[in-house]
């Protein structure tokens, strides 16, 4: 069967461990050497990936790129706008022409229904670079930096601050998959949604206190309030800022914990400078292991791995 990527639960824990071994593995192996060499073993040899932003990107298309390229592979970067699909032509026909071209596609899009439907007429992997609903190529580097750090996922407390968003419903899928727990504060009218939280299998939770989502927590994440496409809402940056995450927040968690943000970040709003530029930040290790993540995503995809 193909093997598509559009959620965690496609690959199970038992495949996102063993994607993080090998991101781990890989990340350390090249070591010192020149970011545009190829892997070793080159295992993507001959493939092409092709990636589809109807959305602006920086991390995902610099990493997807990155990734196929140390792999061995090639890729096609499209902009949605100056395709035929910007123009009319359907998600499904697309995918049906794309099958005759490449052998897999990336697509970074707003509606989560257009990458199942890539998924669905496509005859080669399709990957989820981001959608309204989840972002589980996010989450694979968030997982990856965690365990780069020195802590195992099991039993940990992690803890969201802010909005109820994509990002979180994918932190919540990998809490329930790989056994850690995830506490998130978001205000009145942003929660996250009870069919998000249920990813979690029973481990995912939302409180209204920021103090007590960080009280104890090993992680604490964060992401922009305004998401690409959102108008600027004064109402909703007035309602979020009690949610900012500041020295005084991060006090309450673990003396040990750390801070991770998926970029790019608006500081003085979700997060303050001296959080992004203190010694429990980990966002630069994190933004880097999107390339690693990715490789092993893609090595999954063409059945390399699990």
Same mark, same amino acid.
């Given at each position: 069967?193909t ?5 965690l639960?496609d690959? $199970? ?11 781990l593995?890989r990340?350390?192996?090249? &070591? ?6 190829? !892997?070793?073993?080159a ?7 092709a =990636?589809?932003?109807?959305?602006n990107?920086t991390?995902t298309?610099?990493?997807f790129?990155m ?9 096609i970067?499209?902009d ?5 699909? %910007?123009?009319?032509?359907s998600?499904a026909?697309? &995918?049906?022409v794309?099958? %005759?071209?490449? !052998?897999?596609?990336m ?7 257009? @990458? ?8 080669m992997?399709v ?7 989840s972002?589980p190529?996010?989450?694979i &580097?968030d997982?990856?930096? *965690?365990?780069?750090?020195g802590?195992a996922l ?7 601050? %802010?909005?109820?968003?994509n ?8 809490? $329930?998959? =790989?056994h ?7 205000p ?13 299998k029973?481990?995912?939770?939302c409180?209204?206190?920021?103090h007590?989502?960080?009280? %104890?927590a090993?992680?604490?994440v964060?992401?922009?309030? *305004? ?5 600027h809402a004064?109402?909703?940056? !007035?309602?979020m800022?009690?949610?900012?995450v ?6 309450s968690?673990?003396?040990?914990? @750390?801070?991770?943000h998926c970029?790019?970040?608006h ?5 303050t400078?001296?959080?992004?530029d203190g010694?429990?930040?980990?966002i630069?290790?994190?933004a880097?292991?999107?390339?690693h993540a ?5 090595r999954?995809?063409?059945g390399?791995?699990?």
């Open positions: 069967m093997r598509h990527f559009l959620n639960s690959a $199970g824990a038992d495949a996102i461990a063993a994607m993080l071994a090998d991101a593995d990340k350390n192996a090249r &070591a010192g050497w020149p970011k545009g060499k190829v !892997d070793a073993d295992p993507l040899a001959g493939r092409v990936l =990636m589809i932003f109807e959305k990107s991390r298309r610099v990493s790129d990734a196929i390229r140390q792999l061995g592979g090639t890729s970067v499209m949605a706008g100056s395709m035929q699909l %910007g123009r009319g032509e998600i026909d697309t &995918a049906r794309l099958s %005759g071209y490449v !052998d897999a596609i697509i970074r899009t707003d509606d989560h229904a257009k @990458v199942v439907e890539m998924a669905q007429y496509a005859s992997p990957i989820n670079g981001l959608t309204d609903a972002h190529c996010q989450i &580097a997982l990856l930096t *965690i365990i780069d750090s802590r099991p039993g940990l407390k992690v803890a969201w601050l %802010g909005d109820g968003n990002v979180l419903a994918s932190i919540a899928e990998a809490a $329930g998959l =790989m850690f727990d995830v506490v998130a504060a978001c009145q009218g942003f929660q996250p949604s009870d069919e998000d939280l249920a990813l979690g029973g481990r995912a939770r409180v209204a206190s920021p007590e989502a960080v009280e %104890g090993d992680v604490i964060t992401d922009t309030w *305004i998401s690409m496409g959102q108008a004064d109402t909703k940056l !007035d309602a800022m009690p949610y900012q500041t020295p005084a927040l991060m006090a968690a673990r003396p040990d914990a @750390v801070f991770l970029l790019p970040a500081r003085g709003e979700e997060v400078a001296d959080v992004i010694p429990q930040s980990l630069w290790a994190e880097e292991n999107r390339l990715q490789k092993s995503i893609l999954w995809c063409f390399q791995i699990g």
